[in-house]
């Protein structure tokens, strides 16, 4: 028999929204009840910067994912476009495995690709293009910039993000067929992705899934839950049997 697998993605924990953080929080405490293994599928934080203020703000979270790992659960990291910076420096103190931005892995006889999302979304040729141009840029100055500085400047983009988002036609957020196809034809069997923020289940051909797990707010979340090769997308808080 299998441990059970969940799947989260777009928690985005910041520092404004305490109830969000203890149902997150109480969520970690079912999947360490359970003796189940997580992954994280990335924007589990609103934002990511590596310095104290951001460390210190977010300190109870990663504690119970280190937790989580010491009573031996495998919890896993997918980057999004939000935590781009938090990799595997910090993720390794707390028994948190970095997969980067996409990963395929081989979980109760299936072969399933997992990735935050926004690498599914090809049509968005300006975003894909900023991200090439941008992201190590972000990381250069992560590693220069006085943490005070770095934070306000995060805040703005954060600001300026949900203004644009706000702004932009829907499509720019669709996944591409033609990426999700090209996966299935090479053997996955299953994507788990996140990032559209609008939970999601689709077939092709028959039997390969392809699935949206929903966001967090403050009073509800929703996950992916795997045992003994079956899936399915719940809620939180719920009862499970």
Sequence with gaps: MHSPVYFIAD????????DKRSLFLSFLEMVKQRKGNLYILGDLFDYWANNRRVLKD???VLDALGDLSRRGSQ???LIGNRDLLLGEKVLSRYG???????????????????????????????????????WPLYRILDALLPGCIENALARLFIQRSKQVIEAQESWRFQFSDTVIEAAFKGGIDMIICGH???PAAR??????????????TSCS????????G???VRAFPVHET
């Design 11 to 18: 928690v985005h924990l910041g520092g404004n929204d305490p």
């Design 58 to 60: 977010n300190e109870t």
């Design 75 to 77: 919890v896993s990291f």
């Design 96 to 134: 948190i495995e970095a997969l980067g931005e996409s990963r395929v892995v081989d979980l109760q006889g299936k072969s399933i690709l997992l990735t935050h999302g926004h690498l599914l979304c090809t049509d968005d040729v300006s975003f894909q293009k900023y991200r090439k141009r941008m």
């Design 196 to 198: 559209a923020h609008k």
């Design 203 to 216: 077939h092709f051909d028959g039997d390969r899934s392809f699935i949206v797990l929903p966001h967090w």
């Design 221 to 228: 979340g929703g996950y992916g839950y795997m045992k003994d």
């Design 230 to 232: 079956a899936f399915q």
